[in-house]
């Protein structure tokens, strides 16, 4: 059986778990610093085993040693976004929690696919790639599922169609520089610029980018975890797998879209050994130059880092 290990036992790390395990996808262990979260929360799950039927088994633990040889390792740990904060407003805190996390999670699991959650997104991912060493085909980031779900969600309010008809595409820095690619993303294989006016269009990915920040402003005291916890299964999924499907992906990219040595969200083939390829899509002008433009909001967020 598959081993998946996922650091982080809050909202996010937990609902994953409970997702790859209800999908039995694959043995899952829950590691956090908290002594008796990631126990309790396991053991949650594997009374919620018996309702469900699932056969794999969710453990948890304070201890690297329990998650040793682990096919995959997803990495949530960090502090949630507070309203009026800002993914670059956790830089510092969470910076300090990756390097101690990626060191420790690759000494337990050398050969693993590496998934980072962690905000600000596409700068922690970037640190785990520089500090671990870990080969870049090994290492990403979930964001880009997590964005094309909200794209989707706001085509299906606008044109009250079903999920499983859209094909929705957000790409580029995962936070307020992400890009829509409206002209690719499709109802029943119909561009949604055939579909709407360029209002509604607008309307579509502005609630998109906004979606996060909705989310933690109705919550009060968090941020988002379901769709969060379902776009990590995804990805968990077409890795062990081994599908081969192409979905929005923080991956390393290194001269495609004209972008060099940078992690950022793109179409990015998935498969056993991690990231199969980086899909080039046929972009015109003006969306490979908003494409660019997010790539340099990256880059000043690696600046900040720098700084640190």
Known sequence: MPKVTIVGAGNVGATAAHIIASKNLADVVLVDVAEGLPQGKALDMMHMRSVEKFTVRVTGTNDYADTRDSDVVVITAGIARKPGMTREDLLGVNAGIMRSVIGAAL?????????????????MTTLAYRESGVPANRLMGMGGVLDSARLSFAVCEQLGCEPADVEAWAVGAHGEGMVCWPRFTTVKGT???E????????ACVQRCVKGGAEVVGLLKTGSAYYAPGASIAKMVEAILG???EVMSVCAHIDGQYGIEDLYMNV???????????IVEFDLDAAELAALQASAESVRAGLANLADL
């Open 107 to 123: 000494e337990a699991s050398p050969d693993a696919v590496f998934v980072c959650v962690t905000n600000p997104l596409d700068v």
């Open 191 to 193: 561009p949604i610029t």
């Open 195 to 202: 579909l709407m006016d360029e209002e509604a269009v607008a």
């Open 242 to 244: 081994d599908t081969h």
């Open 267 to 277: 179409p990015t083939r998935l498969g056993r050994s991690g990231v199969e390829e």
